[in-house]
């Protein structure tokens, strides 16, 4: 009964900003663990971003200053914000999930829930 529905993706030129959203449902009490992934053609899915109720974020090195998870109050939806967009950022986003704490927050391993992804598009 778990479902992570993506959805704000779209193409932005250099320097732009989006925000990507993930409406996350199923888990008990809605408390779980959340992070972002990218994959780009050719590459490795990666961590973007992840956070714990409690156990604050987790950011990779190439986007810390620039990308925020944050979650809304009810728990319900996970937001990316995007900031000061670089062409290298171009992939497929995915949203994921685990219920309660994972022992860490940007390994795909942590997971068992995964959202459809959606593009990202930067242009020079």
């Known amino acids: 009964q778990v479902q992570l529905v993506e959805s704000g993706g779209g193409s932005v030129q250099s320097g732009g900003s989006l925000t990507l959203s993930c409406v996350v449902s199923g888990f008990p009490n809605n408390f779980y663990s959340g992070a972002w992934f990218r994959q780009a053609p050719g590459k490795e899915r990666e961590g973007v971003a992840g956070?714990?109720?409690?156990?604050?974020?987790r950011y990779a090195d190439s986007v810390k200053g620039r990308f925020t998870i944050s979650q809304d109050n009810a728990r319900k939806t996970l937001f990316l914000q995007m900031n000061s967009l670089k062409p290298e950022d171009t992939a497929m986003y995915y949203c994921?999930?685990?219920?309660?704490?994972?022992?860490?927050?940007?390994?795909?391993?942590?997971?068992?829930?995964w959202g459809q992804g959606i593009q990202v598009t930067v242009s020079s």
């Open positions: 956070f714990s109720p409690g156990a604050g974020t």
């Open positions: 994921a999930a685990n219920v309660g704490y994972v022992p860490a927050l940007i390994d795909r391993r942590s997971y068992d829930h």
